[in-house]
């Protein structure tokens, strides 16, 4: 069974003092049309896990889905052209960005593009903000099953000379409705977790303490 499949909704927040402490967690991120919440759907096996929208830019807050064993997937607000006031945005961005560069417990991140459209400029901006945390990006090209087997060849084959020289960084050709590409999403994720070990039991005060 992947390790999405035992994800449950955890909490949400606005504002960086109100994020939970957890020992582990892997972003999704992408542009507001790039299908971020419907690969999560589809990672998790779930139909509303994530919230889908036809207007970009409704994940307007950071969401946690527990994984079990103290691990956390986290859903960040997308980025790009959402029709959202100014103020709202300036929020977003700044929540978005001290996330990504202070999170001690963010092991990995997810980057979600779609395949026609991939590497804009914001989606440069993002990979070249999260480098210097030195740690990884896997970058999953959505919307794959738009493309013909010839064009999905032709933008991986792009992506992956284009990023060449950087370090910490993957990609691969990934649907949603097709549900292509999910257990490669999942080999890695893993991956990333297993290079964070668990805790002794009692040095952890885990979520279920956040309440409190």
């Known amino acids: ?9 955890f909490t949400t927040v606005n504002h960086l003092q109100d994020l939970p402490p957890t020992r582990c967690e892997v972003a999704f991120v992408g542009r507001s049309n790039a299908g971020k919440s419907s ?3 589809t990672l998790c096996n779930r139909t509303r896990l994530a919230y889908v929208s036809k207007t970009p830019g409704r994940t307007q807050h950071i ?3 527990d994984l079990g064993q103290e691990r956390f997937l986290v859903d960040l607000p997308g980025y790009g052209y959402a029709e959202v006031p100014e103020a709202v945005r300036a929020h977003w961005v700044q929540l978005l960005g001290r996330y990504l560069q202070t999170r001690d417990s963010l092991v990995g991140l997810l980057l979600i593009m779609d395949s026609r459209h991939p590497l804009k400029e914001l989606d440069w901006k993002m990979i070249e903000f999260f480098q210097v945390t030195q740690r990884p990006v896997h970058i999953l090209l959505s919307k794959a099953d738009k493309l013909s087997r010839q064009e999905q060849q032709k933008v991986l084959s792009s992506v992956k000379k284009e990023l060449a020289g950087l ?3 993957s990609v ?3 649907s949603s409705s ?3 590409g999910t257990e490669e999403v999942s080999r890695v994720v893993e991956d990333w977790f297993a290079a964070c070990p668990l805790p002794e039991e009692e040095d ?3 979520p279920e303490t956040f309440n409190d």
């Open 172 to 174: 691969q050709l990934f």
């Open 63 to 65: 969401n946690f889905f």
């Open 1 to 9: 069974m992947s390790i999405f499949q035992k994800a449950q909704f």
């Open 167 to 169: 370090a910490n960084i």
């Open 204 to 206: 952890f005060d885990g």
């Open 39 to 41: 690969a999560i759907n």
């Open 178 to 180: 097709k549900k292509t």
